[in-house]
């Protein structure tokens, strides 16, 4: 069956217009692929500062008394460090005071959650939190960090050299590339909160808050809201360590053996 030549006019102009349409589609398709490349190199790249920079970046701001959790913004520990090497620690103290006190609840959550037998514990202290209680929380949050990684690794006290590098023996030895790195916060040897009085009176810390200092009475003047949440991040920051290694089965360590 022949075609008139107006019906053969229709078709052409129908041939055309579709052609046209799919060149446009065509067009848009490459367009696309040509967005997603350069945001594929914008992701390659980030990632690539990510893991050049986040160890360094972790521990400048441990150093400052900051402690970034794993469930923390991405990249946020990059941008804050380099706020921090600006010169601007008020603005950092600020920033992360803010962070986690809109975090409280969900720390306080995750804390009772996975150390069940101290659940009443993390209650009280996230309850003298809210009552502005620091100078009485702070020393109880210090023990808790010793006691969840005493749960986690017999006889062991975080706040001891032997401990942190046993912790850190085990995370090179079996966990994620995104945990070794967030470790490596702990396996400084020389950050405040651990430092010992000599160390405490040597260096010139950004932060001065310092756990033996907490604990044994030498401080008087540590009781504030910024410290007590410098406090809550180091406590949820080894929650996360221990509960990420707790994921991947080995035989528990014993150090009293």
């Known amino acids: 069956m022949g075609f008139t030549i107006e019906e053969r006019n229709k078709l052409n102009a129908a041939w055309k217009e579709a052609m046209l349409a799919l060149r446009s589609t065509v067009e848009d398709i490459q367009n696309l692929n040509d967005q997603f490349s350069a945001g594929g190199q914008c992701l390659t790249d980030f990632f690539k500062d990510f893991r050049a920079n986040t160890t360094e ?68 202290i996230f309850s003298g939190y809210k009552r502005g209680e620091y100078i009485l929380i702070m020393p109880t949050i210090y023990s808790q960090v010793d006691g969840i990684c005493h749960d986690a690794i017999t006889g062991s006290s975080f706040f001891r050299g032997r401990i942190r590098k046993e912790l850190s023996n085990d995370i090179v030895n079996r966990s994620s590339d995104l945990l070794k790195i967030f470790s490596k916060a702990i396996q400084d040897k020389l950050l405040p909160v651990y430092a010992g009085e000599k160390q405490m009176k040597k260096n010139q810390f950004l932060c001065t808050l310092n756990r033996h200092e907490v604990m044994h009475g030498i401080s008087t003047n540590y009781g504030n809201k910024t410290n007590a949440l410098k406090s809550i991040s180091l406590l949820i920051y080894m929650s996360d360590i221990l509960s990420e290694l707790d994921n991947i089965p080995s035989p528990k360590i014993n150090l009293a053996e």
């Open 57 to 124: 970046s972790l521990i400048i701001l441990a150093k400052a008394g900051w402690f970034i959790d794993l469930h923390s913004d991405i990249g946020m520990h990059l941008y804050l460090a380099k706020e921090i090497s600006a010169g601007r620690i008020d603005y950092v103290n600020k920033y992360l005071s803010a962070y986690y006190e809109d975090a409280i609840p969900y720390i306080e959550r995750r804390l009772k959650g996975r150390h069940p037998r101290r659940k009443q514990i993390f209650r009280e």
